[in-house]
């Protein structure tokens, strides 16, 4: 079965660091990969998603994902973030699941972002 | 307009209740899922329909039922609700079985007292 790890639990940055989040998935067939975000309170939104073509995808808001095969990773980056970033970050993998796929999430991580 | 919403958004009940909650989705998709987010955030999927048809049925207690009327609607009837149950739980929608991605509905909280 499919799994997704996010090794980073809690990130806490100032404005304008830079943040890359590790994302790592366990699956041995084709995958999409998707960055999800999570505002305080509110439902999930895409932020970025890749299923084949260049490895690297820009998404909405400054932020981008790099697909390494050969790792199996999937890490978000963004170069320089504000406070309205301040969120629940989550991966998630789409695979087979016998006649049809679901998005299996990564635990997710908490991103602080200080002014 | 709404792409994905669930009623209610808040949900307050005690144990032994059973309890529903509706989702429906305006974005002509004909897949659409539950997914329960418990306490430490995470996420995992609970059911699939597919026009109407289950696809996906993940290891849940069968006091959960789903039920879907059409493929703008997925509801969700939980019997003997326990402290456990507790938990956010979001609808999502996407078009095809193998979706290429989904969409959110705001989640609802429910509380089991």
């Known amino acids: 079965a499919q799994s997704v790890s996010q090794h980073n639990h809690h990130v806490i940055l100032s404005e304008a660091a830079s943040l890359e989040l590790g994302c790592n998935y366990s699956y041995g067939g084709t995958v999409n990969l998707f960055w999800y975000v999570q505002y305080p309170g509110q439902h999930l939104q895409l932020l970025l998603k890749?299923?084949?073509?260049?490895?690297l995808v820009k998404g909405i808001k400054g932020f981008e994902a790099e697909f390494i095969k050969s790792k199996f990773s999937f890490n978000l980056r963004k170069p320089s973030v504000q406070w309205s970033d301040t969120a629940e970050y989550f991966c998630?993998?789409?695979?087979?699941?016998?006649?049809?796929?679901?998005?299996?999430f990564g635990t997710g991580t908490r991103l602080q972002v200080t002014l | 307009d709404t792409a994905v919403s669930q009623t209610p958004k808040y949900l307050v009940t005690q144990m032994g209740n059973d309890k529903s909650i509706k989702c429906e989705q305006n974005?002509?998709?004909?897949?659409m899922y539950w997914y329960k987010q418990d306490s430490k955030k995470f996420l995992k999927i609970m059911f699939s329909?597919?026009?109407?048809?289950?696809?996906i049925n993940e290891t849940v207690p069968n006091r959960f039922s789903p039920k879907s009327p059409d493929k703008a609607h997925l509801n969700l009837h939980i019997n003997s609700l326990e402290l456990g149950d507790s938990a956010v739980y979001f609808c999502a929608s996407s078009s095809g079985r193998h979706l290429t991605e989904a969409f959110f509905g705001q989640g609802t909280r429910l509380t089991v007292v």
């Open positions: 329909y597919n026009n109407k048809e289950l696809i």
């Open positions: 974005l002509g998709h004909d897949t």
């Open positions: 998630a993998v789409n695979a087979r699941a016998g006649t049809a796929s679901k998005l299996t």
């Open positions: 890749y299923f084949s073509g260049d490895p």
